[in-house]
């Protein structure tokens, strides 16, 4: 199975800071990863697909990159509806077809 | 509005069996492949599985833990999903969430997600 480690595991930041995520797969699983956004009592909300490309309605501000290995998840400007978990998610033509990350929650500082 | 509206989920002794559904609504159901994530009390995501579209034989795949107790099915003429769930185990306790397989995402991302339905598995 691919791993999936995303750190840090909480990060606390302040309105207007630039915020970095990264999740690292144990193997290379190109660009067939995914970003998501939950807060406490919903589902989980699509940022990013296929490494770097912006779901639609999500403010630019959320930008993805990375391809193989190593992706990040970036913030430009923290704002206050941003504080909420952050999960990764690879797929693979195996099982299991996907694979989360343990999440990083932003927590204000 | 594209949507999905689960139903079903509560409380079931170790060993018994639930099944929850996943109504859609909004979109050509029958054009997408469909997923079961579940997340246990203040954990992470889990994948639980996947039913293919009938195009893909509506092939369906299973996540370790749940391989050989959990059927993923649905019914495109009701554009309905469901997740039969029997042996449950008090590890399986956790919120199930539908969601929707985007197309034309090489990752396959979970672009529309249902509203969540708690599963409790306690005597």
């Known amino acids: 199975d691919i791993q999936m480690t995303q750190s840090p595991s909480t990060l606390s930041a302040s309105v207007g800071d630039r915020v970095t995520i990264t999740c690292r797969a144990s193997?290379?699983?190109?660009?067939?990863l995914a970003w998501y956004q939950q807060k406490p009592g919903k589902a989980p909300k699509l940022l990013i697909y296929?490494?770097?490309s912006l779901q639609s309605g999500v403010p630019s501000r959320f930008s993805g990159s990375g391809s193989g290995t190593e992706f990040t998840l970036t913030i430009s400007s923290l704002q206050p509806d941003d504080f909420a978990t952050y999960y990764c998610?690879?797929?693979?033509?195996?099982?299991?077809?996907?694979?989360f990350g343990g999440g990083t929650k932003v927590e204000i500082k | 509005e594209v949507q999905l509206v689960q139903s079903g989920g509560g409380l079931v002794q170790p060993g018994g069996s639930l099944r929850l559904s996943c109504a859609a609504s909004?979109?050509?159901?029958?054009?997408?492949?469909m997923d079961w994530v579940r997340q246990a009390p203040g954990k992470g995501l889990e994948w639980v599985g996947r039913?293919?579209?009938?195009?893909?034989?509506?092939?369906?795949r299973y996540g370790a833990s749940v391989k050989g107790r959990f059927t993923i099915s649905r019914d495109d003429s009701n554009n309905s999903l469901y997740l039969q769930m029997n042996g449950l185990k008090i590890e399986d306790t956790a919120v199930y969430y539908c969601?929707?397989?985007?197309?034309?995402?090489?990752?396959?991302?979970?672009?529309?997600w249902g509203q969540g339905t708690m599963v409790t598995v306690s005597s």
């Open positions: 969601g929707r397989v985007q197309l034309g995402s090489s990752s396959d991302a979970l672009d529309i």
């Open positions: 909004g979109f050509t159901f029958s054009d997408h492949y």
């Open positions: 039913t293919r579209n009938k195009a893909n034989s509506y092939i369906t």
């Open positions: 193997q290379s699983i190109n660009s067939w």
């Open positions: 296929d490494a770097s």
């Open positions: 998610q690879q797929y693979n033509s195996y099982s299991p077809e996907l694979t």
